[in-house]
């Protein structure tokens, strides 16, 4: 079911990632457990104030949806530096059956942007589990010019097989802190727009779990 929460559109998935053989000396990789289940759902930034968002975990429990409408960054002549950056922290209780684990291996942006030459276009994600201190990183930047248009892109985390939940834990918090930043530093003239909506786009972020047998 649907759950209201703040603004803005863009969609955060989380699925089980593609599933390859094992390798020698990493964990075993596995399918999403039966039990697995999102048990509460949090944000806060400048990209998504209250009120503004909510969020579907779909049948399989494989996929959470998140979906925003005012998570957009700009920047140009006469537009406030505060609105050159903008950032969204995503909380997610999680229930987690006993012998399982998992990491975020990937993920995959589609939106909509417009850069002058030399503009450019930054989302960065990162992830971490409450109490631990490894992160995981993603980062992907697009350089003007681009006379609006949709884009799609997949970035992959790193630290995907030792950043991993709590085992045996049953319990735990994924925390996926985003951003989003339009820079004009190449072309102090330019402008340049990323956003989690226009007219008819969204802004989707689609994060795929990696699940893992606990060692």
């Not at 922290?89 to 999680?94: I, M, P, S, V």
């Not at 059956?97 to 930054?122: E, H, W």
């Not at 530093?185 to 994060?207: C, E, P, R, W």
Request: hydrophobic share 35%; with cysteine; glycine share 8%.
């Amino acid at each position: 079911m649907f759950k209201l929460v703040a603004s803005a559109f863009v969609s955060l998935l989380l699925a089980a990632s593609a599933y390859a053989a094992p390798q020698a000396g990493l964990p075993e990789i596995t399918d999403p457990p039966a039990g697995f289940n999102v048990t509460s759902f949090g944000l806060n930034g400048s990209g998504c104030p209250p009120g503004s968002a909510y969020y579907l975990l779909n049948d399989k429990k494989s996929a959470v949806t998140v979906t925003f409408s005012k998570y957009y960054a700009e920047v140009g002549p006469g537009i406030p530096i505060s609105q050159n950056r903008k950032n969204c922290q995503l909380t997610f209780g999680l229930s987690i059956p006993p012998g399982f684990t998992f990491g975020v291996a990937y993920s995959d942006v589609r939106g909509y942007y417009q850069l002058d030459n030399k503009v450019s276009a930054t989302q960065r994600n990162y992830y971490y589990f409450q109490g631990q201190l490894d992160q995981s990183t993603a980062t992907e930047t697009h350089v003007g010019p681009v006379n609006g248009a949709y884009y799609t892109y997949r970035a992959p985390f790193d630290l995907v097989f030792t950043n991993t939940a709590p085992c045996n834990s049953q319990g735990t918090v994924l925390n996926i802190a985003t951003s989003i930043q339009a820079s004009n530093a190449d072309n102090k003239g330019g402008s340049g727009y990323i956003a989690t909506d226009s007219v008819d786009s969204s802004l989707i972020h689609t994060f795929y779990f990696q699940w893992q047998t606990c060692r």
